[in-house]
């Protein structure tokens, strides 16, 4: 061995039925890149970045028939930026504003903000 400590490890987790629940990637023992879980009949749930153990970029949820449905953004393990759902044709439901893990509220000064 050349004494490199960079290795990433891939980690399978399965469900008792046998099927793959989870794929996460460490480095070091930490959680380093992309966590990601997967429904009992195996389409893609939830992808995960991680950066160092915690948390780091944006999480993406399917949901069962594997269409994006929201996109969450994470900045050292808290909710930062903005949080996006979407409708099953691909557009975009809402999007809710996060600043260190606390929903942003818009003030309105009329009808309309």
């Not at 793959?20 to 023992?29: A, F, M, P, T, V």
């Not at 389409?43 to 594997?66: A, P, R, V």
């Not at 044709?89 to 009808?111: F, L």
Request: hydrophobic share 20%; proline share 3%; with cysteine.
């Amino acid at each position: 061995m050349d004494g490199c400590t960079d290795a990433i490890e891939i980690k399978k987790e399965y469900s008792s039925d046998g099927s793959l629940k989870k794929e996460i990637s460490y480095q070091d023992g930490i959680k380093n890149g992309v966590e990601k879980q997967y429904f009992p009949e195996g389409t893609l749930w939830k992808e995960t970045h991680y950066k160092n153990g915690k948390k780091d970029g944006i999480e993406k949820q399917y949901n069962f028939k594997g269409k994006l449905i929201f996109e969450t953004p994470y900045k050292n393990n808290t909710i930062d930026g903005i949080q996006k759902e979407y409708y099953e044709t691909g557009k975009i439901n809402s999007e809710t504003p996060y600043k260190n893990g606390t929903k942003k509220v818009e003030r309105c000064s009329g009808i309309l903000c």
